[in-house]
T-cell receptor
Framework: NAGVTQTPKFQVLKTGQSMTLQCAQDMNHNSMYWYRQDPGMGLRLIYY???????DKGEVPNGYNVSRLNKREFSLRLESAAPSQTSVYFCASSEDISGGWSTDTQYFGPGTRLTVL | QKEVEQNSGPLSVPEGAIASLNCTYSDRGSQSFFWYRQYSGKSPELIMS????GDKEDGRFTAQLNKASQYVSLLIRDSQPSDSATYLCAVKARGGYQKVTFGTGTKLQVIP
């Protein structure tokens, strides 16, 4: 099991360029998440997908779009990159037994380090 | 007030000592609490989860939860240099989806 994989590992963009960050998990998890991590800000949720076919905004969704392509894959797109989007991006997944009490753990991918010039 | 607060550190402890990491949260209805460890340049990995008041032990790690005081802590006994990392406290709020809020983390340095 590879767990959660992300591509690319590193990326440098110029302002205004677009790109898609890819994420896949092989744990048959229902829920998937995209976070960004900035110094002193902790992990902030960008978007999440509670199940295949659904996506919802998190804390900092502006400037991003997502696609839950199937149960395994969840991509994050930057349509017009800005320097403020320079960050480390983590994808995560959890089993997410829907409704009520859950003991879910989130499993993280290795991250994508994005620099926007 | 931040939803999940941690002292950023660094917290320095000598090898073999007990490291005590603390976290407070604001949502009184929070139900699930997690400690993640993150090495520099790496992704977070779960160390402990705790759901009810009291202590939960796993090897050298003990998580403590006090919902009345809205306080969760992580104790690391016999600290090793390999424990040097940033420790993230995470809290799952009540609600219709699996929202987990992370603290900004406490950097722990174990001095040989």
């Amino acid at each position: 099991n590879a767990g959660v994989t992300q591509t690319p590992k590193f990326q440098v963009l110029k302002t205004g360029q677009s790109m898609t960050l890819q994420c896949a998990q092989d744990m048959n998890h229902n829920s998937m998440y995209w976070y960004r991590q900035d110094p002193g800000m902790g992990l902030r949720l960008i978007y999440y997908s509670a199940s295949e076919g659904t996506t919802d905004k998190g804390e900092v969704p502006n400037g991003y779009n997502v696609s839950r392509l199937n149960k395994r894959e969840f991509s994050l797109r930057l349509e017009s990159a800005a320097p403020s989007q320079t960050s480390v991006y983590f994808c995560a997944s959890s089993e997410d037994i829907s409704g009520g009490w859950s003991t879910d753990t989130q499993y993280f991918g290795p991250g994508t380090r994005l620099t926007v010039l | 007030q931040k939803e999940v607060e941690q002292n950023s550190g660094p917290l320095s402890v000598p090898e073999g000592a007990i490291a005590s990491l603390n976290c407070t949260y604001s949502d009184r209805g929070s139900q699930s609490f997690f400690w993640y460890r993150q090495y520099s340049g790496k992704s977070p990995e779960l160390i402990m989860s705790i759901y009810s008041n009291g202590d939960k032990e796993d090897g050298r790690f003990t998580a403590q939860l006090n919902k009345a005081s809205q306080y969760v802590s992580l104790l690391i006994r016999d600290s090793q240099p390999s424990d040097s990392a940033t420790y993230l406290c995470a809290v799952k709020a009540r609600g219709g989806y699996q929202k987990v809020t992370f603290g900004t983390g406490t950097k722990l340095q174990v001095i040989p």
